[in-house]
């Protein structure tokens, strides 16, 4: 069973939720998991000037521009929000996420913190949510092992995560990711939407 859209019979009201939360705490794994529960969720895609890891799809897991491109988007006010992160600019292009509320689907945004502040005061009804690890240890161990970054910017991204965990309390709500399929419906919950009972064949 999944998320149901607003509509007749609705469980589901639309709004924006931002997910936040420090590098390597499982954000991607967890709005992955939200996403399969609930399809029509709008989800959506930043821009960003750091390169594609291997793995990454363009205009899926991001639009990969220049600092040129970036530079003009953020002239013309395409940018719901944007913040430069570990030396590279991330944003938020407000025009498919206006569309999609515009026609009722609930969207979710998964940004860093400077980004998030910057949500909370150009729309104040927003849903934040901070996403932290069980404990600093394990956010510590994830890095390594997911072995993405070489050490500098590890170091880089673990000072960071501090300061982003000190920014829980600007949150309207914590959820711990102990666990990927528990995180997501914790967070489905607190978006205002209701699944049914866990469906038994859904790959981990
Ligand atoms: P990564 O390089 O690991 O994909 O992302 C680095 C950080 O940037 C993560 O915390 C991620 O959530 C955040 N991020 C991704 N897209 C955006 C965005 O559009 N705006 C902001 N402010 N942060 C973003």
Partial sequence: MTVRE??????????????????????????????????????????????????????????????????????????????????????TPVAPLRAALAIGRSTLLEIEVQGARQVRAAMPEALLVMLVPPSWEVLDGRLSDRGTEDPAERECRLRVARAELDAVGEFDATVVNDDVRRAALELINLMGGTVGRTPPTRPR
Avoid: C
């Fill in 6 to 91: 607003p509509g007749p019979g609705a469980v589901v009201r639309p709004r924006l939720t931002v997910v936040s939360g420090p590098s390597g705490v499982g954000k991607s794994s967890v709005v992955a998991e939200v996403v399969w529960f609930w399809p029509q969720l709008f989800v959506s895609v930043s821009m960003t000037t750091r390169a594609p890891r291997g793995g990454e799809r363009p205009d899926e897991h991001y639009h990969y521009v220049d600092r040129a491109i970036f530079a003009r988007m953020i002239e013309r006010g395409e940018f719901l929000e944007y913040a430069e992160y570990a030396g590279n600019f991330y944003g």
